[in-house]
């Protein structure tokens, strides 16, 4: 149980296009999903938090109007990149919190990462 | 502060422990998380541990808590040649963030990479 999945898995655009990542989980409901960039050997970095039905929260730093997410459902969350450079070429990585019972354990599991190459 | 610390490399022999360690600053974390990156892959979810609990024992995974150290270590008995990954520590936490709204995102160390020698 608790699998989320990304589509796609890879993806090259050219600069100036949009380009949009679905994330889903399969086998449970979130109503929050988290996205997350990681660069090249580095660690991730929590740029935004995904609630359905309302805005995204974003972390500081994080342009709200280039990287639209959008939490129609309770299984699904989609992060469009706007406009693409190749700055933000990077790999990008939702998670969804799995809400365990009447609590929630904080967990959060990942889906497997888009990876986004912006020429 | 928000800084998650940890070792970038750990080389251990096959059928010996690793013990991977990690320190934080924010004392208001409630989860602690090990994650576990295979090359080219996302992130698995390994085990995780309360902030009122000093140790959790998984079949060959222990995670001990030293919540007055902020120190936290992942140990993996009998390392075998499939654990060879990047293990990453997290810490939840509980913010206001930059546009107003609540969020409790997770925070990242750097991760270590554990290389298995034959």
């Known amino acids: 149980g608790a699998v989320v999945s990304q589509h796609p898995s890879r993806v090259i655009c050219k600069s100036g296009t949009s380009v949009k990542i679905e994330c889903r989980s399969l086998?449970?409901?979130?109503?929050?999903m988290f996205w997350y960039r990681q660069f090249p050997k580095q660690s991730l970095m929590l740029m935004a938090t995904s609630n359905e039905g309302s805005k995204a929260t974003y972390e500081q730093g994080v342009e709200k109007d280039k990287f639209l997410i959008n939490h129609a459902s309770l299984t699904l969350s989609t992060l469009t990149v706007t406009s693409a450079h190749p700055e933000d070429s990077s790999f990008y990585i939702c998670s969804a919190r799995h809400l365990a019972g009447l609590t929630s354990t904080d967990t959060q599991y990942f889906g497997p990462g888009t990876r986004l190459t912006v020429l | 502060g928000e800084d998650v610390e940890q070792s970038l490399f750990l080389s251990v022999r096959e059928g010996d422990s690793s013990v991977i360690n990690c320190t934080y600053t924010d004392s208001s974390s409630t989860y602690l998380y090990w994650y576990k990156q295979e090359p080219g892959a996302g992130l698995q979810l390994l085990t995780y541990i309360f902030s009122n609990m000093d140790m959790k024992q998984d079949q060959r995974l222990t995670v001990l808590l030293n919540k007055k150290d902020k120190h936290l270590s992942l140990r993996i008995a009998d390392t075998q040649t499939g654990d060879s990954a990047i293990y990453f520590c997290?810490?939840?936490?509980?913010?206001?963030?930059?546009?107003?709204?609540?969020?409790?995102?997770?925070?990242f160390g750097k991760g270590t990479h554990l290389i298995i020698q034959p």
């Open positions: 997290a810490e939840s936490i509980k913010k206001y963030r930059y546009s107003g709204g609540g969020a409790d995102g997770l925070t």
């Open positions: 086998d449970f409901q979130a109503t929050t």
